[in-house]
DNA sequence: CAGTGGTCTAGACCACGCC
DNA sequence: GCGTGGTCTAGACCACTGG
């Protein structure tokens, strides 16, 4: 790892260019999902730095929920598991404070020339075409959420052959793309329901829904996925932190 | 600084020990906004520890918008400054990525007993009663929000006196009482616009609004204030990053 | 018991801000 | 040039896990 003087516009600390190189072995399918990753001493001996070094970078990507480390045992790939993805991708709690995973239906799966607003949050060329999957989520045994995703066809065209979506797409991301998902991005609205999400969610046309609106990123920050998803909040809300 | 074997159940590390230690100069008045601290090597001195403990502690302090560092000056108290609560507390945001702080104007302020909501969520006594000042908040020249919030009256009995209310109540929480909020949780909800807001806001009544109910924390972890702002979000949306 | 990650220390050198 | 925080190293010991 190269400790020589450069340029300061482009000087990065050593950890961090020691945790991009363990990042592109994520990314690379190097390391994959589960698997345990040497220790830190093995990758202080192989890179060429001290343990310190390798404990900051590594230090750095459990921060970021890309490894989790368990004293005594090693340090591991993190996984898109349902409970992890809950805690980490889904803010909707129950006002009683109940957290628990949605249930899915397919309506429809589409593929399509994108829309602008697809192209734009995507960064699709002009000429692109989608994948689209609309579904309806349940939460607590009711129908609370009119959901649709996107995702590029160029990469994700063994969708529109596959029999069945699961309700885990982020697993399945990974598991037949290789295609972690690192980070997400939601936009929040209060809009109206259209006569169709209210023929879904059982609710009056017009009433209030809560629009989310999420651009979800690779580990190289590529966007992956966009989704919209409308929810009725009577009896649930979107928890978030401020720190 | 104790460094005696203790029971496991107790089992803190040092520099969380040194973190809480430095946390309640800032409680306690002892450090206050805006201050240089003393250097690493100083407080490494002062406590008995080595700078590395030291700096694991500011570290995480920084981490939590404690404090600020600055390389070559020094480490200095964080203030509750315009630019900062605007990054850090205030997640509306304009749909062209316009970020900018709203100027507010006072409907009224009075102190009453508490409801059950402000009981529960500010965790006050039975007969408790809190300061609700009502505003209504202008984003890029328009009414955007109407507000709630929500004081207990036994802490900030002061407010009733006050001729003016400023447009960063966190400040004014900050300089006058030495309170400072380090954390807040919010609920986001989609509601219908009572005929009061729609009076406010310009909009119909029914019309679909982004309810906000938010609890903002001190240092001590102490519910400080209630605030719940309802929202219109045809131009603005909320952000929400996950990691 | 051996091996892992977690904490703590001590000292060196680097990048930055200011005089 | 000096003092600050930022990085890097090396080595010691602690706490946890599993055989």
């Known amino acids: ?103 899915s239906r397919i309506l429809a799966r589409s593929t399509v020339p994108a829309s602008a607003v697809e192209r734009e949050r995507l960064q699709l060329a002009p000429a692109s075409r989608v994948v689209r999957i609309e579904r309806v989520r349940n939460l607590g045994g009711r129908p609370l959420i009119v959901e649709t995703i996107s995702l590029p066809h160029e990469r994700f065209s063994a969708l529109e052959a596959m029999a069945e979506i699961p309700n885990n797409v982020y697993r399945l991301y990974s598991q037949n793309w290789g295609v972690t998902i690192g980070r997400a991005v939601e936009r929040l609205k209060a809009i109206a329901a259209t006569s169709a999400d209210a023929a879904e969610l059982g609710c009056m046309a017009g009433a209030p829904l809560l629009e989310i609106g999420r651009v979800a990123y690779d580990l190289e920050g590529s966007p992956v996925e966009l989704r919209v998803s409308r929810c009725l909040t009577d009896r649930i809300h979107y928890a978030s932190e401020l720190r």
Chains 1, 2 share one sequence.
């Open 1 to 103: 790892m190269s400790q020589a003087a450069e340029p300061a516009f482009a000087y990065r600390p050593l950890y961090v260019q020691v945790k991009d190189s363990l990042v592109r072995r994520l990314i690379d399918g190097a390391w994959l999902p589960g698997q345990l990753i040497p220790s830190e001493m093995e990758l202080a001996r192989e890179i060429g730095v001290s343990q310190g070094t390798i404990r900051k970078a590594l230090d750095a990507m459990t921060a970021e929920n890309l490894l989790v480390r368990r004293q005594g045992r090693g340090t591991y790939v993190a996984e898109p598991e349902e409970s992890r993805i809950l805690f980490q991708f889904f803010r909707l709690v129950g006002d009683d404070g109940q957290h628990s995973f949605p249930t």
